[in-house]
């Protein structure tokens, strides 16, 4: 059988267990980090190791500390599963290489992946995956065999739970939490944020009821990706109970899914705009920045527009947020698949610190998140993103990467206003919606991306869409 190759997409090597994704690839990737960290620091290379949840997530950490080990690498394994912006922390309080981290985020329960990121804590840019990638494909021609022998001097186990804690207790009002009395449903889908968003508000006395704490390899049967239509328990806790949020994260705790208190799911296109806004009024000695993805919402421009901040656009993907917060550019980013940072937090998204943004906004503001929405198209206009994935065979992909490289004068009879080539096909229009397309980095999916001012014009565009995808 010809050995598959290794590739990074947006966010990491991912594929299907003992299909895509080996212990023989495993091997060839660390060893390929190794080569890179050694050259950075040849004296004394130290990486974070870290796992979620899955199927064999611990086993394939194990494997790349011997690896490293027997490459002269010192790792630093984490005990249990442990969620991506805990590494990155740790990453940064030992001042190490970089980190490595066994997760699949939010796929199927059958995926498995191998994160990177550097010493910045930050995932690692093209310019280093490309290089990993040509590595591990040299390394997995010769085979790496799994060194047993490896000297266990090399690592050691570490639990960076605390001390990320601490960390976002530095970047929440918790005070106006436990001042408004909330009590806060929250979903942990069987991934790495149990024990870490439930504790941190157990801790200070926030009333707290909690689902799916365990280990389930399974996730309960459906993908842990905190969407709309994967919290219907937590809406029934919500409206059971009688708390003011419902708070979620998907499986390595990098995305977070929000509730409001009647258990309707609100976007996150919608969350970075409130926080945007919100953060913008309560933390003015920050930088007068935003970033956001391609993908994402307009409103973000208008909520901008209205304090007169800058926009920074960026291709999907939060390594190029990260960026921006390492440069200390901007409050806030995020991309609307569910991923934000904030100025003086890590480079890399945080759904455990979105869930308590977001608890501290409505305990200050005092208005459900629904009505602050409201208040906020008052005030800057409505705004109505939808995201389809539509999946592809090979022969379609190839047709449709063709399509969107071509520009169409108009679209749905609509004339094309602008075109931007950031990530994609993204056709803009005179009235300020927008259509984008583009092909997955880590699915076998074209996304395609719309927003107009109203939900039927919005359903139009998607609508369109398909139909231009389908031609």
Same mark, same amino acid.
């Given at each position: ?26 091997? &060839?990737?660390?060893?390929?980090? &190794? ?86 804590? &930050? ?23 799994? /060194? ?252 449709? &990467? ?28 005179? /009235? ?40």
């Amino acid at each position: 059988m010809p050995l598959k190759q290794i590739h990074f997409g947006t966010s990491g090597w991912r594929g299907i267990i003992g299909d895509d994704f080996t212990f023989a690839g495993v091997r &060839a990737a660390c060893a390929a980090i &190794a080569d890179c960290v050694r050259k950075e620091n040849p004296k004394d290379p130290r990486l974070i190791v870290g796992y979620d949840t899955r199927f064999l997530s611990p086993e394939f950490a194990r494997s790349a500390v011997s690896v490293l080990a027997a490459r002269g690498i010192h790792s630093y394994l984490c005990k249990e599963p442990t969620p991506t912006p805990a590494i990155a922390c740790e990453i940064l309080r030992r001042q190490t290489e970089g980190g490595i981290n066994f997760t699949a985020s939010h796929n199927p329960a059958d995926y498995n992946g191998l994160k990177f990121s550097t010493a910045d804590g &930050a995932p690692a840019l093209p310019r280093v995956t490309q290089q990993l990638e040509k590595l591990a494909e040299k390394h997995l021609r010769r085979g790496i065999p799994e /060194d047993g022998n490896a000297d266990p001097s090399r690592w050691e186990e570490i639990d960076p739970r605390d001390t990320y804690l601490e960390t976002l207790a530095s970047k929440v009002d918790v005070a106006a939490i436990q001042r408004a009395g909330l009590k806060i449903a929250f979903d942990a889908l069987y991934g790495t944020s149990a024990g870490y968003l439930d504790r941190f508000l157990r801790d200070r006395g926030v009333e707290v009821r909690a689902l799916h704490g365990q280990r389930d390899v399974l996730f309960g049967g459906y993908p842990p990706e905190p969407s709309d239509d994967r919290l219907g328990e937590l809406r029934q806790l919500v409206q059971e109970s009688g708390a003011a949020l419902g708070l979620a994260t998907d499986g390595d705790a990098d995305r977070f899914g929000i509730l409001d208190h009647t258990g309707s799911f609100i976007s996150p296109n919608h969350i970075i705009s409130l926080l945007l806004d919100y953060l913008l009024e309560t933390r003015p000695e920050w930088p007068r920045g935003v970033a956001r993805s391609v993908a994402t919402t307009h409103l973000v421009d208008a909520v901008a527009r209205h304090h007169n901040v800058r926009v920074y656009e960026t291709p999907v993907g939060f390594k190029y947020i990260g960026e921006l917060i390492k440069q200390n550019k901007i409050t806030i980013g995020g991309e609307e698949s569910a991923g934000l940072t904030i100025y003086g937090h890590v480079p890399e998204k945080d759904g455990i610190l979105a869930c308590l943004l977001v608890a501290e906004m409505v305990a200050r503001r005092g208005a459900s998140l629904g009505e602050q929405l409201q208040a906020l198209f008052a005030k800057v206009g409505a705004y109505y993103p939808v995201r389809v994935n539509l999946h592809l065979s090979d022969e379609e992909r190839a047709r449709v &990467a063709a399509r969107i490289k071509k520009v169409p004068a108009k679209f749905d009879g609509r004339r094309v206003a602008r075109v931007d080539r950031t990530d994609g096909l993204k056709l803009l229009f005179e /009235d300020d919606s927008w259509v984008l397309l583009r092909l997955s980095g880590t699915e076998p999916v074209v996304r395609c991306y719309c927003e107009a001012h109203s939900q039927q014009e919005t359903q139009a565009l998607v609508e369109a869409a398909q139909k231009f995808i389908a031609e």
